[in-house]
């Protein structure tokens, strides 16, 4: 099936630092997800994006979607220790409505 | 509060036996989905019923069985055939057009012994 191809596949950082991810795919996409897994626990929806150019918050998260409807980013403000757990983006591929494909993940690991 | 509830949290299992995992809803949604997850990896789709009493094959189907009786509803049944069972199984659902994503549940680790 599609995949959503994201980077880095895992990060090491200190406490207080930005942190950027990103999440590509070779097909257009008309909505992007971020979502937050902590450990033994399901995935949590942490921001969506359905416009492309939109820019969206959600506290110290920052998300993008891409111009080219290919891409999505998300940045992470001044980590604290809580950030931790793996990090997906997803989406709806275009033309497809009956499921959403997942990324292959960032694992976030913060220091303190 | 609405929500999707997993039963149980922890499972295991004699190898050769099936086991079923609940997941409940009341959310009112459309579609359910079942999702396995290994150690550090990512979600891979089992099976998915976007509407009562129909479903769809994900893909990793093989050795695994849903049923969709009821809306709120849609449990999964971890068969013998299924040669490597150990894992983490999550459950999800979604509104019709899945703007807004899945919601998903805490999960069922589940251990074959």
């Known amino acids: 099936g599609q995949q959503l191809n994201q980077s880095p596949q895992s990060m090491f950082i200190q406490e207080g630092e930005d942190v950027s991810m990103n999440c590509t795919s070779s097909?257009?996409?008309?909505?992007w997800l971020w979502y937050k897994q902590e450990p033994g626990e399901g995935p949590v929806l942490l921001i969506a994006?359905?416009?492309?150019?939109e820019l969206t918050s959600n506290g110290r998260l920052t998300a993008q979607f891409g111009i080219t409807r290919k891409d999505s980013f998300l940045n992470i403000s001044a980590s604290i220790p809580s950030d931790v757990g793996i990090y997906f983006c997803?989406?709806?591929?275009?033309?497809?409505?009956?499921?959403?494909?997942f990324g292959t993940g960032t694992k976030l690991q913060v220091i303190p | 509060d609405g929500g999707i509830t997993q039963s149980p949290k922890y499972l295991f299992r004699k190898e050769g036996q099936n086991v079923t995992l609940s997941c409940e809803q009341n959310?009112?949604?459309?579609?359910m989905y079942w999702y396995r997850q290994d150690p550090g990896q990512g979600l891979r789709l089992i099976y998915y019923?976007?509407?009562?009493?129909?479903?769809q094959k994900g893909d990793i189907a093989e050795g695994y069985s849903v049923s969709r009786e009821k809306k709120e509803s849609f449990p999964l049944t971890v068969t013998s055939a299924q040669k490597n069972p150990t894992a983490f199984y999550l459950c999800?659902?979604?509104?019709?057009?899945?703007?807004?994503?899945?919601?998903f549940g805490s999960g069922t680790r589940l251990t074959v012994v």
């Open positions: 019923s976007q509407i009562v009493n129909d479903f």
């Open positions: 097909s257009i996409f008309n909505t």
């Open positions: 959310l009112n949604h459309d579609a």
């Open positions: 999800a659902s979604s509104m019709k057009g899945l703007s807004y994503g899945y919601t």
């Open positions: 994006l359905y416009k492309a150019g």
């Open positions: 997803a989406g709806p591929p275009s033309g497809g409505y009956q499921k959403v494909t």
